[in-house]
């Protein structure tokens, strides 16, 4: 084989293997394709309603191959405030300690950790930083103390650090209202030390769970109980998670299933979802939105371009 031969066959080798595609009567798509025509769609929908890319973030993992998984993003590296996304790291850190005996799992964790994680509880999360962090909220503090009490609150931080996770922070509870006292100093004059989260880190942390990774098979498998979901039928709260962000893209399909941890505030709408379609499909799909929390729609949007173009795989 000459060596133009050989060149041209590793260049054809390489952009093949570099992700799955997905076919259409129109053209393959590769992942990152699919992510950044779910991108478009969506900025061009809510164009009208000052939809901008700042705005969006999306990460898309394919698990349809477990030990190569695919990964796509549109900005998924920006750090955004997660909301209530965030009592997925609070979700996995809570089995890391019970697994290293640094906690006791009580009748109380147990209950605070499922309404955490199914409720959204604000007030379960609460206790549960407590509990993983061993710090509590209150009067101010002399600033020698802050200090030393800001330390013991970045537990989960050095955690997810060590185990590689980058531009993010973790370490503040979820209010319903605002923060006082220490927990309201914390945060930083500005907010600066605010919880952040990328789409990418969270995606990461999703599909750990998912692939049975996340501390142990078993806590793995006790993780993905609480983040069922049922899409199916109509419910009393409309912005429910299974029924008010990807489950509305989900509504009429049958034989899907749904996993998910969503997050929303007065300024964000997110959803961190694991969706398996009737013809073997696996992926893990995060989206963040800013500025826009009202718009319920954009979310399923990008879903169901992600749904249709793995769908359409041959």
């Known amino acids: 084989m000459s060596r133009s031969k050989v060149t041209l066959f590793l260049i054809l080798f390489l952009v093949c293997s570099n992700g799955f595609t997905y076919a259409s009567s129109e053209s393959s798509k590769t992942a990152q394709e699919l992510v950044d025509e779910a991108a478009r769609t969506a900025l061009e ?25 695919v990964k796509a993003s549109f900005r998924g590296n920006e750090r955004i405030y997660p909301a209530s ?20 799992e009580t009748a109380e964790l147990k209950r605070a950790v499922k309404d955490m994680i199914v409720d959204s509880s604000n007030e379960a999360t609460q206790y549960v930083v407590d509990v993983l962090t061993k710090t509590t909220g209150g009067y101010e503090l002399s600033p020698k103390e802050m200090e030393e009490w800001q330390q013991q609150r970045n537990a989960v931080n050095r955690y997810f650090s060590s185990l590689g996770y980058t531009n993010i922070n973790v370490n503040q509870k979820t209010f319903c209202d ?13 907010g600066e030390n605010r919880n952040k989260l990328t789409t990418d880190a969270t995606a990461r942390l999703l599909q750990e769970i998912v692939t049975g990774k996340a501390v142990s098979a078993a806590r793995s498998a006790q993780m993905m109980e609480l983040l069922k979901r049922n899409y199916a039928g109509t419910s009393q709260d ?77």
């Open 238 to 314: 409309a912005d429910d998670q299974g029924h008010g962000f990807t489950g509305i893209a989900l509504q009429g399909m049958d034989g899907v299933r749904l996993w998910s941890k969503a997050g929303w505030t007065s300024t964000t709408r997110h959803d961190a979802a694991y969706i398996e379609l009737p013809n073997g499909a696996k992926f893990v799909l995060v989206t963040f939105t800013t500025d826009h929390a009202n718009e319920r729609e954009i979310i399923p949007t990008v879903a169901r371009v992600v749904i249709t173009g793995v769908n359409s795989q041959n």
């Open 178 to 190: 605002d923060a006082y006292g220490r927990e309201r100093i914390s945060r930083g004059p500005n």
């Open 45 to 69: 929908k809510f164009k009208d309603k000052g939809l901008k890319e700042e705005n969006l973030s999306i990460t898309l993992i394919d698990l349809r191959d477990a030990q190569h998984p």
């Open 85 to 104: 996304v965030v009592k997925l790291f609070y979700l996995v850190a809570v089995h890391r300690w019970l697994e290293d005996n640094k906690i006791q």
